[in-house]
């Protein structure tokens, strides 16, 4: 008699999900043993922040959608479990994955755990120590609550066990962020193509010397209109001595009119696609960023980048990337963006950052379905 296949759903809800997911979705529906079924929650619905993720990183549309949209965390969190839990029960998944440290990644784990669903978390055991960071609360609670806890670099073990986790949980796998930019690397859109596109053929002269590449849309620095400010006074500076691309996230843009602040010499633009990113870090100089992703992706591709935060969840990519942790502080980051565009910090490309993370992780997740299915 056959056996019926083993139940994997999995969870994404906003942009950095997408990369994290799109590869172990495609290792996972090459095992006959699973149906592996998609939900998107729709904390993120902007065609340029989901729908162009989904097309260039060749996952097929979701099986189901939550459309929760925009609102405070309580209630953004509350919406997704509200909306999961009746699909939960409907569904009776034999693993619920999730990934990263979104809202949406508690809100599904929270759901699902309740209804004593395992949890697998990809990415787990990042912290910042930073509670502060809606990030942060998500991690060490998504972590607390899942059965399959899998790391991408070596000091999320160490994080998990002082927080009480029993390392039997705990596999490290490596980075399906860079399995996706691997992915996307042949795709990538040369950064000339997008800025004659977006800004005209006049534009392109001004990318001779190369180019810096900004993002942010950290609460922490967008919406502190001091330090926002500050920020934008050094990108002023940087971007006379060198030109500075900068797409801008839906939560930016709005900080931005607020303090009605215009930045003549930026070549500011719209959030930009997943492969005109990847073509926009792989040739950039340097990278000015909050965000998480950036600092991995710059790190697998050896480009120098700077962090504009006090602190980072993913210390190895500065241990062993080019990434530097430089703080708000807007002398500082012109001078260390002076430095950076002087003379590249060498790095190497961490353990486990190769093309193949989700390879090993759909392998895992399997033996791990079928040793649970033999118990039962
Ligand atoms: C969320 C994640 C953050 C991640 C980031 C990537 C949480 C707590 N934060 O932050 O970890 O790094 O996504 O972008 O989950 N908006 C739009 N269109 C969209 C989505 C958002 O206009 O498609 C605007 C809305 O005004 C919304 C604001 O952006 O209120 C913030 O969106 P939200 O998903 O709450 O948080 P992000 O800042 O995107």
Not at 9 to 35: D, H, Q, S, W
Not at 36 to 57: N, P, R
Not at 240 to 264: K, M, Q, Y
Request: aromatic share 4%; with cysteine.
């Amino acid at each position: 008699m056959v056996s019926p296949p083993m139940r994997v759903l999995c969870i994404v809800g906003a942009r950095p999900n997408f990369m994290k997911m799109a590869p172990a979705l495609r290792a996972l529906r090459t095992y006959r043993e699973l149906t592996v079924t998609l939900v998107h929650t729709g904390q993120h619905y902007d065609a340029e922040m989901s729908e162009s993720f989904f097309e260039q990183l060749g996952v097929p549309q979701p099986d189901h959608r939550l459309e929760v949209g925009s609102a405070t965390h309580a209630v953004q969190t509350a919406r997704v479990m509200e909306r999961l839990e009746p699909l939960l029960m409907e569904l009776t998944p034999d693993v619920v994955v999730v990934c990263g440290d979104v809202n949406s990644t508690l809100a599904a784990a929270l759901a699902a755990s309740k209804l004593h669903i395992p949890v697998a978390h990809i990415e787990a055991g990042l912290r910042s120590y930073d509670r502060r960071m809606p990030e942060e609360i998500n991690r060490v609670l998504v972590d607390q609550i899942s059965e399959i806890l899998y790391t991408t670099e070596k000091s999320a073990k160490a994080n998990l066990q002082r927080e009480g986790i029993d390392e039997d949980k705990v596999v490290f796998v490596g980075n399906l962020m860079i399995d996706s930019l691997h992915a996307a690397l042949p795709h990538a859109v040369p950064a000339a193509e997008q800025v004659e596109r977006r800004f005209g053929r006049e534009a392109l002269p001004r990318l001779s010397g190369g180019y810096a590449v900004l993002t942010l849309h950290r609460p922490s620095n967008v919406d502190e209109p001091k330090t926002f400010a500050g920020i934008l006074d050094a990108v002023e500076t940087i971007s006379s001595e060198c030109p500075v691309i900068f797409p801008v996230h839906p939560r930016t843009a709005g900080r931005i009119a607020d303090l009605g602040r215009t930045l003549p010499k930026v070549l500011m633009t719209t959030p930009v696609s997943y492969r005109e990113m990847v073509g926009l870090i792989r040739d950039a100089r340097l990278v000015l960023t909050d965000s998480g992703g950036l600092q991995e992706e710059t790190t697998a591709l050896g480009v120098p980048c700077l962090t504009l935060r006090e602190n980072t969840e993913r210390p190895i990519t500065v241990e062993e990337g080019t990434n530097r942790v430089v703080g708000t502080d807007p002398a500082r980051i012109v001078e260390e963006a002076r430095a950076a565009m002087g003379g590249r910090k060498a790095g190497r490309v961490p353990e486990g950052w190769d093309g193949a993370a989700a390879q090993r992780l759909a392998a895992h997740l399997l033996g791990w379905l079928r040793a649970r299915k033999a118990l039962a």
